[in-house]
């Protein structure tokens, strides 16, 4: 079964600093994707970055990158120069494709994340 | 591009009467959507998954009786909430994506608030 875990419920970081966010997961499937999904009080699920499992080099999008240790099936989030607005559920979720209908995200359970001035 | 319409975004109701949530691609064609419901501080659970034209598969725990989806068009899926009681109040979220597009994208919806009475 694949299953994605999130060992922090909850972190809490001052403005400017770096904060990591913990995932790991299980699969047997060779061809995967992970993403992190951030979900701020609006609730609207914003994509925050991906990283596809075959590529060996971490995934970067301006402030936010992953450490993604394929051997051990960890793919944490690294947040540089918090912000206010990162405040948010942080959910990590695992794809697997297929050539038929779309399937679906298998999420975690989730790590809330507090910024603070 | 890309966007996911829910309507509406928030609905009260009565217990003993159903509810019908909206879930619409806007600018694409969704071959595949699915439905999620999440309480307070949660993570989202898969409820269903529709594709286009054919019946929903159902997860296993989700009374496919009470919950009626519909995938009728390639912009459009329902979520019926039949004979809705308080218990049922939760946040649910739809998600799409197209087989002919990348096959790890998914579009979230901004969801919808549903409480009963």
């Known amino acids: 079964a694949q299953t994605v875990t999130q060992s922090q419920p909850e972190m809490s970081v001052q403005e400017a600093e770096t904060v990591t966010l913990s995932c790991t997961y299980d699969t047997s499937e060779s061809n995967y994707y992970l993403f992190w999904y951030k979900q701020p009080p609006s609730r609207q699920m914003i994509l925050v970055i991906r990283?596809?499992?075959?590529?060996?080099q971490n995934a970067t999008e301006n402030r936010f990158s992953v450490n993604f240790q394929k051997a051990a099936k960890s793919f944490s989030l690294k947040i540089s120069d918090s912000q206010l607005g990162d405040t948010a559920m942080y959910f990590c979720?695992?794809?697997?494709?297929?050539?038929?209908?779309?399937?679906?995200?298998?999420f975690g359970k989730g790590t809330t994340l507090s910024v603070s001035s | 591009g890309a966007v996911v319409s829910q309507h509406p975004s928030r609905v009260i109701c009565k217990s003993g009467t159903s509810v019908k949530i909206e879930c619409r691609s806007l600018?694409?064609?969704?071959?595949?959507m699915f439905w999620y419901r999440q309480f307070p501080k949660q993570s989202l659970m898969l409820m269903a998954t529709?594709?286009?034209?054919?019946?929903?598969?159902?997860e296993q725990g989700v009374e496919k009786d009470k919950f009626l989806i519909n995938h009728a068009s390639l912009t459009l899926s329902t979520l019926t909430v039949t004979s809705a009681h308080p218990e049922d109040s939760s946040f649910y979220i739809c998600s799409a994506n197209t087989r002919w597009g990348v096959p790890y994208e998914q579009y979230f919806g901004p969801g919808t608030r549903l409480t009963v009475t």
């Open positions: 600018d694409f064609q969704a071959t595949t």
């Open positions: 529709s594709n286009e034209g054919s019946k929903a598969t159902y």
């Open positions: 979720a695992l794809h697997h494709p297929s050539n038929q209908a779309g399937t679906a995200l298998i």
């Open positions: 990283q596809e499992a075959y590529k060996q």
